[in-house]
């Protein structure tokens, strides 16, 4: 079976209420009931622990992977640098294909509720995402202005200003069915 698997941190997840939920990886399978839909994102986890499980999603032989980290990485606690970042994504990018990846930027994160995780680190790791993406030929979806740029933006955060509503969820849905249907068919022209 064709498989489309989520990689990242709580935000992929889809941690809700204090604990993991399929929220996500439901909506896609819904929209794409012709493919097993896996997740393997884990909360709390940065670029530099996705390392380490990096070949276990590549064994999954998946059609498209959707790369979600930053969250985490972005933290000023255990900080890690824009360019390790860079470095982590792009070796976890190469391992498992450009052609089959949909690279996310970091969310955006109300650095208000959440001081750990301040807007210039946002705006430096979207950065280090949007570069690496035309770099290694990736799709991109830009989720910190997409989010940022909404007019109901408390609605698309919990309480903790850092996890997905229903809302932001539908956001990120919104924008990932056509980058997923666009990969799949950029790489079944290919493999034709």
Not at 134 to 152: P, T
Request: charged content about 25%; hydrophobic content about 40%.
């Amino acid at each position: 079976m064709k498989r489309i698997v989520l990689f990242g941190d709580s935000t992929m997840m889809g941690f809700r209420d204090g604990k993991a939920s399929d929220i996500l990886a439901k909506r896609i399978r819904k929209d794409f009931p012709g493919y097993e839909v896996i997740n393997m994102s884990i909360s709390d986890y940065k670029t530099n622990n996705a390392m380490t499980r990096v070949d276990r999603v590549k064994r999954l032989n998946p059609a498209v992977v959707i790369l979600g980290f930053g969250v985490n990485d972005i933290s000023t606690d255990d900080e890690i640098k824009p360019g390790k970042f860079a470095a982590n994504l792009t070796n976890i990018i190469e391992t498992l294909g450009s052609s089959k990846v949909i690279l996310l930027s970091p969310p955006y994160i109300d650095w208000i509720k959440d001081p750990t995780r301040p807007w210039t680190r946002q705006l430096q790791f979207e950065l280090v995402t949007e570069h690496l993406s035309k770099q290694l030929d990736v799709s991109y979806i830009d989720l910190l202005h997409d989010m940022a740029n909404c007019d109901n933006l408390n609605d698309l955060l919990q309480a903790d200003g850092l996890h997905f509503t229903k809302q932001g969820y539908s956001l990120l849905e919104d924008e990932l069915i056509p980058e997923i249907k666009a990969t799949l068919t950029n790489n079944q022209l290919v493999s034709n």
